[in-house]
């Protein structure tokens, strides 16, 4: 009964109802327009419980049929082709497809993406995962739909075959076990090389599943980082029901099991983790719950709405059940396995990416075992308005064929200069041009409940650059800006902007590594002209910074893990207690002034702790740190009216008088507790132990995801300091 075909959720579809299979077909072409023989074909769409995907190979002639099951099918899909020595292609399909003609895939150009992958200390780890994961496919999402992947070789080089070598954006995902997967920037395809990867140590979450029957093989588990609500980190449970994962970074986690056909389960939430504290043997029950069916109908014909997602939200929070949903079939038939609780089912049916009609939801109680029908709902198409949008140009006239872009799409003026479109009567709209062709820019907001919208042309200015490495090499597809990439010679331009404020120039992290000293934080632009930075000298290889690890005594500690906060950073030191730490940034993150370096050091068995913050790199001093016992912090929470905030999350991290840490702490790995939370107690009190002697702490209450009542705290070796009472205003 528990074989792994029975468990495994990918061939499983929660509420399964009859089969609806629709077919595609189409043909592949080389990029010169010949028939790709062979071709690899894959489906990827939005479905639950999870995406839609389908495989098939094509024939000598390039065509191609495959099948895929609308009844899993909610959203839009994408069908990707590949075939070797070519870039992937694809073709995109806005909503589920219903007899859809025969469609054309051409090939791209192929790009090979290359790199490096070290670990924290900047050794070369083999055997990394590289995977393209997201492609800019014109659609809501953006998973590439062809599976694409290679590993690194012994050095930590890798070369990944079949990008498309175009300004499609893509993104690399690199993952090992025992290592926090990284998931790089989104680049066009041609400019992915030479990539440099760190990899840093991993938490791990671990536990087992099981049900009444037993332990449960092939459940699919998920760990969701509660701080920012980011899938983190995913498992198969294996033939005992056991399961790990070992790639998050440091934080507070909800672990949830994808929908089984049979059986549900409560998220496991809450779960803090560490690299010297894992979450292990989490049990996770698996119930047969409840299970809620009826028929999803059009509202104002009633026929059968198929590929609607139906969801329930609990009654009381109106909170949406974790993983659980269904996809009505071609009857408009559903079945919803829930735990026991009270429930709203809802249901939504998308089209073109965004939600095209609703239905009222409907109460339920449900029992464990118990079997709830008719339990029926009606589309509704989302209520829309229209929209105006009036453009003028510098001269006060209208401004016809100017591209309107809102975030979601890109509309044109008409001869009038204006534009009109339908959209829900709800939304908060910012309408920008920044338009190439004209040099032209403005931007109006439309607040929720206003329907019309005038923008004011006026002239942009431009600024251009040239990056290049410490040899003089240019640097190629680097990012500047929000959508300017350096071409082959390191050349970029960026604009149209606005000239009615300075302009800060980011360089997707790079600026923190410039050599030259160029302004990137306030560049002024005028109307109609372009600002030259000239050449940029980026020096990749970064700085060093060189210290010595100690006891309180002066004598030298030798084995310590030293590492530099903010970058992740880190080395060993030798048997004279020195460290020196290569790779540093040259500068902070805003660019300017000097990069102060957050050293911390511990070894692995005394427990003693140390921090130098005060020596910038470049300057030739050396760091010493000196090993102590580490510090302690306690403190209140009271609400307002001096009530004390019971469960509520206290947290300490560091920071200086110019800047805090938050980030950077939490998902430090180690060698030192640089940043801790926990609960408080009846009273409203807390206790964070453990910390770095000699930093300087921020100490905050976090409720709903927001900071309050921040105070701060210089932690001593060995002793504790009382922050007093924190009442969480919001900051």
Same mark, same amino acid.
């Given at each position: ?15 399964? $109802? ?152 893509? $993104? ?20 992915? $090389? ?112 198929? $590929? ?424």
């Amino acid at each position: 009964m528990h074989t792994r075909e029975k468990y495994l959720l990918t061939a499983l579809l929660l509420g399964a $109802s009859a089969a609806s299979a629709q077919t595609i077909t189409g043909t592949v072409l080389l990029p010169d327009g010949q028939a790709a023989a062979g071709a690899e074909v894959h489906v990827y769409g939005i479905g639950f419980p999870e995406p839609v995907r389908a495989h098939t190979t094509a024939g000598p002639d390039g065509r191609f049929t495959l099948t895929i099951d609308l009844n899993q099918l909610c959203g839009e899909l994408a069908v990707g082709a590949r075939v070797e020595g070519s870039g992937v292609g694809w073709a995109a399909l806005t909503e589920p497809p219903r007899g859809v003609e025969p469609i054309e895939i051409v090939l791209t150009p192929e790009a090979t993406a290359t790199g490096r992958v070290v670990d924290r200390e900047g050794e070369p780890i083999a055997g990394a995962v590289v995977r393209l994961r997201d492609l800019d496919v014109g659609l809501s999402f953006r998973t590439c739909p062809v599976p694409l992947e290679t590993t690194t070789a012994a050095d930590g080089t890798f070369a990944l075959a079949g990008v498309p070598a175009t300004d499609h954006l893509a $993104s690399l995902v690199v993952e090992k076990p025992g290592h926090v997967t990284v998931r790089l920037d989104p680049t066009p395809g041609r400019y992915l $090389s030479d990539l440099q990867i760190r990899l840093q140590p991993a938490c791990t979450i671990s536990g087992r599943v099981s049900s009444e029957a037993g332990p449960v093989e092939g459940a699919r588990l998920v760990a969701t980082r509660e701080e920012r609500w980011v899938e983190s980190g995913t498992a198969l449970t294996d033939a005992a029901g056991n399961w790990v994962i070992d790639t998050v970074p440091p934080g507070t986690y909800t672990v949830r099991v994808l929908p089984l056909r049979e059986y549900v389960s409560e998220p496991l939430t809450g779960i803090r983790v560490r690299p010297d504290a894992p979450a292990e043997s989490l049990e996770i029950a698996l119930s047969g719950g409840g299970v809620v069916s009826g028929t999803v109908r059009d509202a104002a014909t009633g026929a059968p709405a198929q $590929s609607a997602l139906i969801r329930a939200r609990t009654a009381d929070e109106g909170q949406y059940v974790s993983g659980s949903g269904a996809v009505s079939d071609a009857q408009g038939r559903y079945s919803l396995r829930l735990p026991p609780g009270a429930y709203e089912v809802t249901a939504n049916q998308w089209r073109g990416g965004k939600s095209f009609a609703v239905a009222e939801a409907s109460a339920v109680q449900v029992e464990s075992g118990a079997e709830i029908t008719g339990i029926d709902l009606a589309l509704t198409p989302r209520a829309e308005v229209e929209y105006r949008c009036v453009v003028l140009g510098p001269d006060g006239g209208p401004a016809p064929g100017i591209p309107v872009v809102d975030g979601r799409r890109t509309l044109k003026t008409g001869a009038d200069g204006t534009l009109t479109f339908r959209d829900r009567e709800d939304r908060w709209m910012h309408l920008q041009v920044a338009d190439e062709q004209t040099g032209l820019v403005g931007y109006a907001i439309v607040e929720r409940g206003e329907r019309e919208a005038t923008i004011q042309l006026a002239p942009g200015g431009w600024i251009a650059l040239r990056l290049v490495d410490q040899t003089g090499a240019p640097i190629v597809g680097a990012r500047c800006g929000d959508d300017s990439w350096t071409d082959a010679e390191g050349h970029a331009v960026l604009g149209p902007l606005s000239t009615d404020r300075e302009q800060r120039v980011s360089l997707a992290g790079l600026e923190q590594f410039v050599a030259t000293g160029v302004r990137l934080d306030s560049v002024t632009v005028e109307p109609g002209q372009t600002v030259d930075l000239g050449t940029i000298a980026i020096d990749r290889r970064g700085m060093i910074s060189r210290g010595l690890v100690t006891d309180p005594t002066g004598e030298p500690v030798a084995g310590c893990l030293v590492a530099d906060v903010l970058s992740g950073v880190a080395t060993r030191n030798g048997a004279d207690g020195r460290y020196e730490l290569a790779g540093l940034p040259l500068r902070p993150e805003d660019g300017r002034g000097l990069y102060y370096p957050l050293i911390v050091a511990g070894p692995s068995e005394s427990g003693l702790l140390g921090a130098a913050t005060e020596v910038a790199v470049g300057t030739g001093e050396e760091a010493h740190v000196v090993l102590r016992a580490p510090g302690a912090i306690t403190g209140r929470v009271l609400a307002a009216d001096g009530r004390p905030m019971v469960g509520v999350t206290a947290l300490a991290f560091p920071g200086n008088d110019d800047d805090i840490f938050l980030n950077q702490a939490a998902d430090f790995a180690g060698p030192a507790r640089v940043y801790a939370e926990t609960e408080t107690d009846e009273q409203g009190r807390f206790r964070l132990d453990g910390l770095v002697p000699g930093l300087q702490y921020y100490v905050a209450s976090r409720q709903d995801g927001r900071l309050g009542g921040i105070a701060i705290a210089f932690v001593q070796a060995g002793e504790t300091v009382d922050v007093g009472n924190i009442t969480p205003n919001v900051h």
